[in-house]
């Protein structure tokens, strides 16, 4: 009952047309699909000589060495952005009129600042590596945002919890990591995670600033004009693993958001059975 309270149960008729919207639309996806293959085929995208640079070891090599210096800088970056945005949220929280503007300022400013600009301000004005700029690029952006995310976390949180925790004589650092931070981490973690895919994908602005991560690596097969400047193979290769890179990390979120949900303190706990026995000192003496 629950499950229809908000809307009708369709009708036959209402099933009829959903049904019927349904093929309609599968046929038209399909026929994108087609379409597509078909102009790949039309334009020689599936020659052997557009694909045989895929078969050479040094090729692989190199894709595999961009892959790694991909995650490698996504690492950093995701490592270093959950810090930085911890550490900003925590001062937007903070009591301190001081501390509060300043992280609002900071968070404010990077927040609006495109990362590419970002990227090429660290690496050209600067004067940094490409990996470490890179990074910087990616922390100072996605920190500023995972900052939001946490203080909208622990805002969402019930007022209660928090009035209660205080009830209790705590410390506002106790009641943030043992009462608010807890239960906000549930309702942040799918927006954490979306905002981590965001900065995987933004690694690949790396070869801007001759990082050889995997889209550079790939931009180097696809230009060579010994291969026929394979482009489309080569996007047909990296994009996949990049969209795959993307389901595992969502994967992972929600294989974390079931660990929480089965913590021990919503697990049930197994009572003994109850066994014959005084339950007082002196029951079952008889008194003359």
Request: net charge positive; hydrophobic share 50%.
């Amino acid at each position: 009952m629950t499950d229809t309270a908000l809307y009708d149960i369709p009708g036959p008729m209402a099933r009829r047309r959903h049904l019927i919207y349904g093929l309609v639309s599968t046929a038209v996806i399909l026929g994108i699909v087609a379409g597509v293959i078909y102009l790949l085929f039309d334009t020689n995208q599936f020659t052997a000589e557009k694909w045989r640079p895929f078969a050479y070891e040094g090729i692989q090599e190199l894709l595999l060495r961009g892959l790694g210096n991909t995650l490698k800088a996504f690492a950093y970056a995701a490592v270093l952005s959950l810090a930085l945005g911890g550490l900003l949220a925590a001062g937007r929280l903070s009591e301190h009129r001081i501390l509060r503007w300043t992280a609002t300022l900071f968070v404010e400013f990077f927040r609006a600042m495109p990362v590419l600009v970002m990227i090429f301000f660290v690496f050209v004005a600067l004067k940094v590596q490409p990996l470490p700029a890179l990074v910087t690029g990616l922390t100072l952006y996605n920190g500023s945002v995972l900052a939001e995310v946490f203080r909208s976390g622990v805002n969402s949180v019930d007022r209660g919890q928090r009035e209660a925790a205080y009830a209790l004589g705590m410390r506002k650092t106790q009641v943030m990591t043992h009462v608010l931070v807890p239960q906000a981490v549930r309702a942040m973690l799918p927006t954490i995670i979306s905002q981590l895919v965001v900065a995987l994908k933004d690694t690949s602005l790396g070869f801007l600033i001759t990082y050889e991560e995997f889209l550079h690596a790939g931009k180097l097969i696809a230009s060579n004009l010994d291969y026929g400047l394979p482009f489309i193979p080569v996007v047909m290769v990296i994009s996949p693993i990049y969209i795959g890179m993307c389901m595992l990390l969502s994967w992972f979120a929600t294989w974390v958001a079931r660990r929480q949900r089965r913590s021990l303190k919503t697990e049930a706990v197994e009572v003994a059975p109850a066994e014959p026995g005084t339950l007082m000192p002196g029951a079952g003496q008889i008194h003359p």
